[in-house]
């Protein structure tokens, strides 16, 4: 199954606080289902920045501490993917806009992330996500 890794609290945000868009550098022509990995790596000041930025929009997120990294957390469906040049929701100035839908948690999955799509085998999405 497809998956992107996304560094953290945006992760969370993605699958527990319906953060409905994805900002990228690059767009995305795949449309359907992809697996969320909460990347290992968010420094404080990452996590300070986005938490300021979540409370920006009613959302409290976890202590860094708690949140999961190094592991798939979730599903969530890509449905389409614009360029925009201006701040929307949780979309950002200058990047393209994922748009997201259907978020589900699954009984994470401890991975190894990669930059950009990556696929994670079928047999280990099957055992948690049935």
Known sequence: MKALSVRQPWAWAIIYALKNVENRGWPIHYR?????????TCTKKEYQ???????????????????????????VTIVDCQFSQVASGWGMPGQYHWHLENP???????Y??????????DDLVMKVAA
Do not use: N, W
């Not at 930025?53 to 190094?70: D, K, T, W």
């Not at 589900?104 to 401890?110: A, F, G, S, Y």
């Open 32 to 40: 359907g289902d992809i697996l969320i990995h909460a990347a290992k």
């Open 104 to 110: 589900r948690e699954i009984t994470p999955i401890p």
């Open 49 to 75: 920045l986005a938490r300021e930025f979540c409370q920006g929009m009613g959302v409290v997120i976890p202590e860094l501490i708690s949140l999961r990294r190094g592991q798939v957390i979730g599903i």
């Open 112 to 121: 190894i992330g990669q930059l950009g799509i990556f696929e994670v085998p």
